[in-house]
């Protein structure tokens, strides 16, 4: 069965930077785009951008270029999230998802890692 | 960028009734629309994809309808795990949510 499984819980100073990780497993990795979407706390759920697994191709959403960096590692199935110079309102639970069709980017996500909780405070 | 506004925001609704939210785009995205339910602390759920596309293993209560800039979600009879948030997204460029409607229980 399809599964995303996110790293852990993190508390980060403003100014840092977070690696947050998401392993697949049940699905070629390299099939399916990864998508990650934030939600801050009692907010509504915020699109961040894609990578595509097979090539390393990325499209982030413009209020995150320049902070975010998407990658991945096919060896181990796993994409990566890395968010930079953090202030108190990237405080949030970050989610990785699957694209729901093979090889083309639909942005509809069928999958999701159960989220990983970053807290930014000094 | 492409904004999307849900109503209501929030609604009260017994188990049984039909219900109806509400999803227009600021420009149209075709039928690039997508709904999502999401239950306190857990990841969303696809519910509907491609506007009217139920997602393999989602009740068939479930609805979606629409096309251009304004959308529907419809419950057809409430059931007791309906009670949630339901988000739009569009998939058109990018993928921005709505804001979400809360679903209470009446």
């Known amino acids: 069965q399809v599964q995303l499984v996110q790293s852990g819980a993190e508390v980060k100073k403003p100014g840092a930077s977070v690696k947050v990780s998401c392993k697949t497993s049940?699905?070629?990795?390299?099939?399916?785009?990864m998508h990650w979407v934030r939600q801050a706390p009692g907010q509504g759920l915020e699109w961040m951008g894609w990578i595509n697994p097979n090539s390393g191709g990325t499209n982030y959403a413009q209020k995150f270029q320049g902070r975010v960096t998407m990658s991945r590692d096919t060896s181990i199935s796993t994409g990566y999230m890395e968010l930079s110079r953090l202030r108190s309102d990237d405080t949030a639970v970050y989610y990785c998802?699957?694209?729901?069709?093979?090889?083309?980017?639909?942005?509809?996500?069928?999958?999701w890692g159960q989220g990983t909780l970053v807290t930014v405070s000094s | 960028d492409i904004q999307m506004t849900q109503s209501p925001s929030s609604l009260s609704a017994s188990v049984g009734d039909r219900v109806t939210i509400t999803c227009r785009a600021s420009?149209?995205?075709?039928?690039?629309l997508n709904w999502y339910q999401q239950k306190p602390g857990k990841a969303p759920k696809l519910l509907i994809y491609a506007a009217s596309s139920l997602q393999s293993g989602v009740p068939s209560r479930f609805s979606g309808s629409g096309s251009g800039t304004d959308f529907t979600l419809t419950i057809s009879s409430l059931q007791p795990e309906d009670f949630a948030t339901y988000y739009c997204q569009q998939s058109y460029r990018t993928g921005t949510f709505g804001q979400g409607t809360k679903l209470e229980i009446k």
């Open positions: 420009q149209s995205i075709s039928s690039y």
């Open positions: 049940g699905y070629t990795f390299t099939g399916y785009y």
């Open positions: 998802a699957r694209d729901i069709h093979a090889y083309i980017v639909a942005t509809t996500l069928d999958y």
